[in-house]
């Protein structure tokens, strides 16, 4: 069972409370926060899971705030995170197969919970094509330098 974070503000926290319960018994879901509605500061608890990412505590993780754009953001901040904000299946898909997307962000107060869900189950199955994007991912690694 793959073992994945999850962490949200208080803008995604509904939908995140949602996909930790109905994953439950699909994957090992690690709750980084935050652990109810009030207000939060979502640059600090998404970098503090992103962290357990690059630490390989977890396989990968759901971040998600109220569009999404600021998880997303504060995530790819941090060098070795690839996150991608994703509205639809195919977006998650091919951010996993061409880009080895390591954090998949969510508009906790944009998406539905079946559709966030399916993303979520899309982004989980989608394994990493490698070959030319394998090239292109270690690039993203040099940007920083």
């Known amino acids: 069972m793959k073992k994945i974070g999850i962490a949200s503000d208080h803008g995604g926290f509904e939908l995140k409370e ?9 994957l090992e879901i ?3 926060g935050t652990k109810d509605e009030t207000s939060v500061d979502y640059p600090i608890v ?3 899971a992103c962290k357990k990412v690059l630490s390989k505590e977890v396989e990968g993780l759901i971040a998600l705030c109220g569009t999404g754009i600021g998880a997303s953001i ?11 904000l994703c509205h639809d299946q195919l977006t998650a898909e091919l ?6 997307a390591n954090v998949l962000v969510l508009g906790g107060r944009i998406l ?7 993303i979520v189950r899309t982004w989980i199955a989608t394994p990493f094509e490698g070959g030319r994007h394998e090239r ?10």
């Open 18 to 26: 949602f996909l930790r319960t109905a994953l439950a018994g699909e």
């Open 30 to 32: 690690v709750d980084y």
């Open 46 to 48: 998404i970098a503090e």
């Open 74 to 84: 504060a995530a790819n901040r941090l060098g070795g995170i690839r996150a991608a």
């Open 95 to 100: 951010s996993k197969r061409h880009n080895n």
């Open 112 to 118: 539905g919970k079946e559709l966030a869900l399916n």
């Open 136 to 145: 292109r991912v270690n690039q993203l690694e040099t940007l920083n330098s």
